[in-house]
């Protein structure tokens, strides 16, 4: 059964400061893998979307990387701001299932 | 862009209560979810549909059932509302079942039940 793990839980960082979220999961027969950005209150907003095939992708000061073998994936921001502010959740489809699986998420306070 | 719209943001209904939750995709996709999520348990998947009026259980269906007699609406019903759902209920479509353009979430109705 496939579990996925986001730690730490919380993070406060100043602003400026480039910083890595980490994502793990157990099962490594992945077809692919999503990141979600998450304001109080509200709905989920797809960040990026990484394929089974691929090792990064990018959007902005935003690159998430995938390490099937070892079961990870990072989402690495760059120069953070205030406005990221915000609970960054990572989920994992599995090949053969129609259904992601969700980590708990990461809330980020990026202080000014 | 995909848009996602679920009817309510917030709704506050009594124990016992039908309840239900609208939600509207405007993409033609063939795929909606819903999902509930809670403090320390994250997301849950509650039903799926992968077609007009199919429909197929996800890990907590206990206690709700779903409805999609058009393609872009999909709505989750709770029988008797108890406490224990209360909870953030968040709606999803995709066009593909194998995730290959990810999902897209509406904003989420926060439900209390009293």
């Known amino acids: 059964k496939q579990e996925v793990t986001q730690i730490p839980a919380a993070l406060s960082v100043p602003e400026g400061e480039n910083l890595v979220l980490n994502c793990s999961f157990t099962?490594?027969?992945?077809?692919?893998l999503q990141w979600f950005r998450q304001d109080p209150g509200k709905g989920l907003t797809s960040l990026l979307l990484?394929?089974?095939?691929?090792r990064e992708q990018t959007s902005g000061r935003l690159n998430a990387s995938l390490d099937k073998s070892s079961g990870r994936s990072t989402l690495y921001i760059a120069a953070s701001q205030p406005g990221d502010s915000a609970t960054y959740l990572c989920?994992?489809?599995?090949?053969?299932?129609?259904?992601?699986?969700f980590g708990t998420g990461t809330r980020l306070k990026v202080l000014a | 862009d995909v848009k996602v719209t679920q009817s309510s943001r917030y709704l506050v209904k009594r124990t016992g209560e039908k309840v239900f939750l609208e939600c509207v995709q405007d993409?033609?996709?063939?795929?909606m979810f819903w999902y509930r999520q809670d403090p320390g348990l994250g997301l849950r998947l509650i039903y799926f549909?992968?077609?007009?009026?199919?429909?197929e259980k996800g890990d907590i269906p206990e206690g709700y059932s779903v409805s999609r007699e058009k393609k872009e609406r999909f709505s989750l019903i709770l029988e008797s509302a108890s406490t224990n759902q209360t909870s953030m209920y968040l709606c999803?479509?995709?066009?593909?079942?194998?995730?290959?353009?990810?999902?897209?979430f509406g904003s989420g109705t926060r439900l209390t039940v009293v």
């Open positions: 099962d490594s027969a992945i077809y692919n």
């Open positions: 999803a479509s995709s066009p593909s079942m194998t995730g290959d353009y990810g999902y897209t």
């Open positions: 989920a994992v489809l599995t090949s053969g299932t129609y259904k992601y699986i």
């Open positions: 549909s992968y077609d007009v009026k199919m429909k």
């Open positions: 990484i394929q089974s095939s691929q």
């Open positions: 993409m033609d996709h063939e795929n």
